[in-house]
């Protein structure tokens, strides 16, 4: 073999064990959940050399989990489907319609990026407590409906697409739903998963909101839930690492499902945001 | 149909399209955003009314030391993560990028798989991995150390380790960004730069580097704004302790919102967070503007 060969091998060899220290906390969590709550804090080593399901079987007996499934899985969708519903209906108009007030309208929801979600969690809450909903969904929902991201994205591939269609449709008599609903958004699938994924992913994975508006066991979401069981169960590593992955897998299997449109929708939104 | 009346059906749909949007939009961005305001001038409690007081909430936070710490323990994460984080990830795109195929989809994955977790996942995680008796990380704490740490409990450790968990969670996002940029730059420049016999190095700075500036720029943009705007971890790891050696800015706005029920107050420190991300990310567009155009 020539020197640059071996200078290729040896640099894939070093990437890959790179990566296997990156995946490293991901792997130990499995292995440490596979293995009896005993064995755990024995000497035994880093292998995955034990395929023990009883922390698995106990954490979905014992804890609340199915519920706080039931309770993230509820108001994610909830909030993906309005998102892109009024997301798109907004861009369409911003897009394709001229009208009084359109681009006031627009420079607002560019310069909503500025103020970060956290600073109006006061206000927030001050507003679902006069409305009754705190410690239900729609007081977890409402909140995160703001998601300019999808306005301006939308906008931009609406942008794109001729004009002589849009005319085209006019001319036979289609008013602007149909033109949406029936050609703008069928000729914008791709961006519409990729943007409905990673709407759901943040709904999914946000803990500071449903942690404030959530008083309750009963209506927590996963990622609020999994912290309170940590103190119901004292030390059980083994049972903590299997509620993580447990509330990990959905957006994991997820992720590995819709890889190509997960990475596009991330790279669409962060050049955006740019 | 004549023109005007065309016109006038075309505003009507438009604002039938707009309105669920806006009104949501009017509802819970801006009317909360109104609210913080006109909240951080008065004395009022998290639910309940309260007195107009002026500047009294800004002039109180100038005087308040905590809110020196959490300032300055904002910059310190800033510092520890902004850069590293671009560094390692740039590093990581330019070896992924040299691989082909399967093996550079696959090795991606691995890197950008800690990203799509929910936080509370990850700190658990990390926390079993430090745990004091049984962590399997101890044993490399001990060997710089002499002795097990327990690094979210300890006032020097506790800011680095929380940036190191924030730096394995989010980096795949930026190794994303930096290979979509490195696909970016034509081949035929290197090729002909290595005709021009340049080393390895001569490529990177001469050609990679001014190519993928705009790219690192982004990156070091949303990450500045992302870091400054640190809780979820912090709460999650350390409660902001020990001795607020961790406390940070919305660790402070949520215990004097929520626990001590100072509604007002809280308002008057999201509004300075709100300040201070403006002002910030002006500075470095600004910066890194002058830095590309070198």
């Known amino acids: 073999m020539t020197a640059k060969q071996w200078r290729n091998i040896s640099l894939t060899a070093l990437i890959l064990i790179a990566a296997a220290i990156w995946v490293f906390p991901l792997y130990w969590a499995l292995t440490t ?10 000497d035994a080593g880093v292998w995955l050399d034990e395929l023990n399901f009883s922390a698995y079987i106990q954490v979905l007996s014992t804890s609340k989990l199915p519920l706080w499934y039931l309770n993230s899985v509820g108001t994610s969708l909830i909030i993906t489907v309005l998102v892109l519903l009024f997301g798109m209906m907004c861009a369409y108009a911003l897009s394709q319609l001229q009208f009084p007030g359109r681009r006031v309208l627009y420079l607002v929801i560019v310069a909503s990026f500025m103020v970060p979600a956290p600073a109006l969690y006061v206000a927030k809450f001050i507003l679902m407590s006069d409305m009754g909903l705190v410690n239900t969904w729609w007081g977890i929902i409402l909140p995160q409906l703001i998601v300019p991201v999808v306005v301006i994205v939308y ?8 004009k002589e269609m849009r005319e085209a449709v006019l001319l036979d008599g289609g008013s602007e739903f149909v033109l949406l609903f029936k050609l703008y958004l069928p000729l914008n699938w791709g961006i519409t998963t990729a943007l409905a994924i990673i709407t759901f992913i943040g709904a999914w994975n946000n803990f500071f909101w449903p942690f404030l508006i959530v008083t309750g066991e009963n209506m927590m979401t996963i990622p609020v839930g999994i912290t309170q069981v940590d103190d119901a169960f004292g030390v059980a590593y083994a049972r903590t690492m299997a509620l993580a992955l447990l509330a990990a897998a959905p957006v994991i299997i997820g992720y590995l499902i819709f890889q190509k449109r997960v990475t596009e929708a991330v790279m669409i939104s962060a050049g955006v945001k740019g | 149909m004549s023109v005007a009346k065309r016109h006038k059906r075309e505003v009507r749909s438009a604002y039938i399209l707009v309105a669920p949007f806006v009104l949501v939009f ?9 609210k913080v305001l006109i909240l951080s001038f008065t004395n009022s409690p998290l639910i309940g009314d309260g007195d107009w007081v002026g500047f009294a909430n800004y002039a ?9 710490t959490s300032l300055w323990n904002n910059f310190y994460f800033v510092f520890l993560t902004v850069v590293p984080t671009t560094a390692i990830a740039l590093l990581i795109a330019l070896a992924v990028n040299t691989l082909k195929g399967r093996l550079q989809a696959l090795v991606l994955t691995l890197f950008f798989l800690p990203y799509i977790l929910p936080v509370s996942v990850v700190t658990l995680i990390w926390d079993w991995m430090f745990d004091f008796q049984f962590g399997v990380l101890q044993p490399l704490v001990a060997l710089i150390t002499g002795k097990p740490v327990p690094v979210f409990k300890n006032p020097y450790w506790v800011m ?9 969670w989010t980096n795949g996002f930026n190794v994303l960004l930096l290979i979509a940029g490195l696909r970016n730059i034509p ?6 730069a290595s005709l021009d016999g340049a080393t390895i190095w001569q490529r990177f700075w001469r050609i990679t580097w001014p190519l993928l500036w705009p790219v690192t720029a982004l990156v070091l943009t949303l990450q500045l704004i992302l870091q400054l705007k640190i809780f979820d971890q912090v709460f999650l790891l350390s409660e902001g302790g020990p001795f607020n050696r961790s406390y940070v800015i919305l660790m402070q706005m949520y215990r004097e ?8 107050y809280a308002s008057a420190i999201a509004m300075v967070l709100f300040l201070i991300i403006v002002v910030v ?7 890194l503007r002058i830095g590309g155009r070198k």
Do not use: C
């Not at chain 1, 906008?155 to 001729?162: E, N, R, S, V």
């Open chain 2, 160 to 168: 680095p380790m929380i940036a190191v968990v924030t730096i394995w």
């Open chain 2, 257 to 264: 919102g929520f626990q001590l029920n100072h509604g007002g």
């Open chain 1, 33 to 42: 959940s596979l293995r009896s709550e005993m064995r755990v804090v024995s």
């Open chain 1, 155 to 162: 906008k931009q591939f609406f942008d794109a697409i001729p």
């Open chain 2, 281 to 287: 990310s002006i500075l470095q567009y600004q910066l």
């Open chain 2, 60 to 68: 109180k936070l100038l005087n308040d030391r905590l809110f020196y």
């Open chain 2, 187 to 192: 081949e035929d420049l290197y090729e002909a």
């Open chain 2, 26 to 34: 009017a509802v819970f961005f801006l009317y909360p955003a109104i």
